[in-house]
């Protein structure tokens, strides 16, 4: 689509906009409605769309993409009445009488760029967000995951007229056309280099912008955890989709005295999980490209891996890989890792670790395995990061429950839930003033009893 069409597209959704359509709860019910009938309807073409892209297997396709886009869709269907209604709020005595409240209103003609490594969910989640709120929305899906962008644009072109939400396809072209038009909101997902684009384009518009980015989110094991426990759940939450994942642990702190027994109970989950040999199981994923299973590959040392490491070109896959020894400043430990590569640092004294910790950039998750309540007490209240969990990993985005946002290098804006009503909207502050009655004292000439009587007022 050229930068002219988009700009048309654009200006009929505005209109769209302006007749007041997407305004009413019933329009947004139908819409989410048609959607989630939608979703289900395509079940089958989803799934095969996500292991085209990403070799993703059935059940990792329902369950962390599909499945979870429909939880988000049923859950704003649900509660979208109450979050659209206007809130009364109290009225000071002294803009008496009258009555105050927050109205909350879509931002307008919104655009949702959503990546490849989730390109299902982290396209529908925020759209049915949108819609809810009562925008309409262009949308636009990676172009690494074409199958998935496919499937998506056939469901939204059966769900809805392009005025009101719209795919366009394409690459870096696309992208650019779409950032030069003035939204009203972008909602982008992916990478800090790519984010810093977008909200350097957005300025230029002064367009209020939600950016979910990434980061090197460390996952801390001390010596009180429950270390197969620890190191089940890890495994599961790091090799999920090949460890494209924006949450995944990116590496592990461990402690010093349960080091080996951890590594040892790493190695083990990984065979459970998938197999003495991985790249041999049909359920394990794939690099997205050649460009970044050649970015991985340039970060294993062999000298450090002490699991995995095996790498199959032609199938675009690396083996599940555990590297030990490792130091701050080793090569995987410079960038964000989105791969399935377990760097495993020790550590002696737990203090000492919170407090490098807070020089580090602020990652989008943290992690914490312990049984000690001060350590939690700790990692909670004094490191700064989007969210995270104690005694697990990445299950903290999978509610619609809680907001789900980074904080500084990480991102800004939250979504899910609530939350996700709330970042796509703007909510007017209003005051109904009544005409019957109109005191005197703001008015000049101010009378000295008047005066007084404010000053009382407000100060005591």
Not at 214 to 220: A, D, L, Y
Not at 338 to 359: H, M, R
Not at 386 to 395: A, H, K, L, P, R
Not at 405 to 425: I, L, Q, W
Request: contains cysteine; aromatic residues 10%.
């Amino acid at each position: 689509m050229t930068g002219s069409e988009i700009a048309l597209l654009l200006e009929r959704q505005r209109a769209y906009y302006r007749s007041g359509a997407t305004l009413s709860v019933s329009c947004r019910l139908q819409a989410l409605k048609r959607l989630r009938a939608a979703v289900r309807r395509y079940q089958n073409e989803i799934g095969e769309a996500l292991r085209s892209d990403l070799g993703k297997s059935r059940d990792e396709s329902f369950l962390c993409e599909s499945g979870l886009a429909l939880t988000e869709i049923s859950y704003m269907i649900r509660h979208v009445k109450r979050f659209a209604r206007r809130k009364r709020v109290r009225t000071p005595l002294a803009q008496f009488p009258s009555r105050s409240y927050r109205q909350p209103m879509p931002y307008g003609n919104v655009l949702i760029l959503s990546p490849w490594n989730y390109p299902f969910l982290l396209t529908v989640e925020p759209l049915a967000d949108a819609i809810a709120a009562g925008n309409t929305a262009i949308v636009k899906p990676s172009a690494y995951s074409p199958a998935t962008a496919r499937i998506v644009e056939k469901i939204i072109g059966e769900c809805f007229d392009p005025e009101y939400v719209a795919v366009v396809t394409g690459g870096r072209a696309e992208n650019q056309a779409l950032l030069e038009q003035k939204f009203d909101l972008i909602f982008f997902t992916g990478s800090q280099t790519v984010g810093k684009e977008v909200l350097r384009r957005a300025a230029e518009h002064l367009i209020p912008t939600i950016l979910e980015l990434g980061g090197k989110s460390p996952c801390i094991v001390d010596a009180s955890a429950d270390i197969p426990l620890a190191a089940r759940r890890i495994v599961w939450g790091k090799y999920l989709n090949c460890g494209q994942t924006c949450v995944a642990p990116d590496y592990i702190l461990c402690q010093e005295p349960v080091k080996e027994a951890f590594t040892r109970a790493v190695i083990s989950e990984i065979k459970r999980q998938y197999g003495d040999r991985p790249l041999e199981n049909v359920e394990y994923g794939r690099i997205v490209n050649e460009k970044h299973l050649a970015r991985l590959s340039s970060l294993i040392d062999p000298e450090k891996v002490v699991f995995g490491g095996e790498i199959d070109s032609a199938g675009c896959r690396i083996a599940p890989t555990v590297m030990d020894g490792v130091t701050w400043d080793d090569a995987v430990m410079g960038e964000e890792i989105f791969g399935p590569i377990l760097p495993i640092l020790t550590f002696d004294d737990f203090d000492a670790i919170v407090d490098e910790l807070k020089t580090k950039d602020k990652p989008l998750a943290l992690y914490l395995f312990t049984k000690d309540r001060e350590h939690v007490r700790r990692v909670t209240m004094e490191l700064s990061y989007g969210g995270g969990c104690i005694n697990d990993v990445v299950i903290h985005l999978a509610t619609s429950e809680m907001g789900f946002g980074g904080v500084g290098e990480s991102g800004m804006g939250a979504y899910h839930g609530r939350a996700g009503f709330d970042a796509f909207s703007h909510v007017k502050s209003i005051v109904d003033k009544k005409t019957w009655l109109d005191l005197p004292m703001r008015y000049r000439p101010h009378e000295n009893r008047f005066y007084r009587w404010l000053m009382h007022l407000f100060l005591g």
